[in-house]
């Protein structure tokens, strides 16, 4: 197995954004936001269907094969914990929309600390609705700690 470099493309991942599954993060997140519930309500702002809410991407998640890119990355599992997670949106998602995204490595050093090294794996995923139009980037830190040295 090649070594992975920043650029390289982890996976790729297609879903629809779901009215069932905005009323789930709409409940986890206790969003009292009509729009994000209420469909008259979404209309009434501007919308075409009620708005999935800030974190609705990490949907994707449930149709990722994690373990695969843990091996690609060629990271030990037991010693991966998940450093930050950040969204930049460009518009509004809302359900019927369908989402294409490709995740990337963009960032890819190993540090030294008192306790051994640490892997900082950053990813990109740059996702795009049926037009092709990039509507939001998540963006994750992967920690990978070391062995001590």
Known sequence: MTTPVV????D????????????????????TDRRHTDPAAAHAAGFTDVLA???????????????AMIAKLGLALERVVVGTVRWRYRR???????LH??????????????KGTLRVITLATDFRDD????????????????LQG
């Open 7 to 10: 650029g390289d493309v982890v």
């Open 12 to 31: 790729e991942v297609a879903f629809p954004v779901e009215a069932g599954k905005i009323r789930e993060f709409t409940r986890a997140t206790r969003t």
């Open 53 to 67: 809410t800030a974190t609705h991407v990490m949907v994707c998640g449930h149709h990722r094969d994690q373990g």
């Open 92 to 98: 509004p998602l809302v359900a019927g929309d369908r």
């Open 101 to 114: 995204g490709t995740r990337r490595i963009v960032g890819d050093e190993t540090r030294s600390t008192s």
């Open 131 to 146: 037009t092709g139009e990039s509507v939001v980037e998540l963006i994750e830190t992967v920690l990978e700690k070391g």
